[in-house]
Every structure is written in structure tokens, then in C-alpha cells.
């Protein structure tokens, strides 16, 4: 499972629909909700972002 979701398209993935997901949410869900889904779903962008630079700086 590992390798699965450390594969770069996964990565991708989870980098771009978390962010528009987190961009989205508090225009779409009203209160606390919608602030929490952002947030959330931008701490699994950003750590999707992250693990992106990382194999990218260790690629060459």
C-alpha cells in the first residue's frame, strides 16, 4: 500500500483534488463545516506537495 500512494501519479492526485477541494469547501459548505473541510483537506495537499519535492529534489 506504501508504494501505491507514494507513486507519483497517486501523488498527483491527492495534491491537486485536496487543493481544489480546500479552495472550494467554505464557498460551498456554510460555518465551521466548511473552514475544517479546508483545512483538512489542505493539510493532505500540502503533504502531498511536500512528499512531490522531496522525490523531486531526490531524482536528480
Known amino acids: 500500500m506504501k508504494s501505491l500512494l507514494s507513486s507519483k ?3 498527483w492526485f491527492l ?3 485536496n ?3 480546500a479552495a ?3 464557498f460551498v459548505v456554510d460555518g465551521s463545516q ?3 473541510t479546508a483545512v483538512g ?4 495537499a500540502a ?3 511536500v512528499s512531490l519535492v522531496r522525490d523531486k529534489g531526490a531524482a536528480k
Open 15 to 17: 495534491f491537486l483534488f
Open 19 to 21: 487543493a481544489a477541494v
Open 47 to 49: 503533504g502531498a506537495g
Open 34 to 36: 466548511g473552514v475544517m
Open 9 to 11: 501519479p497517486v501523488l
Open 24 to 26: 472550494v469547501a467554505p
Open 41 to 44: 483537506m489542505g493539510v493532505v
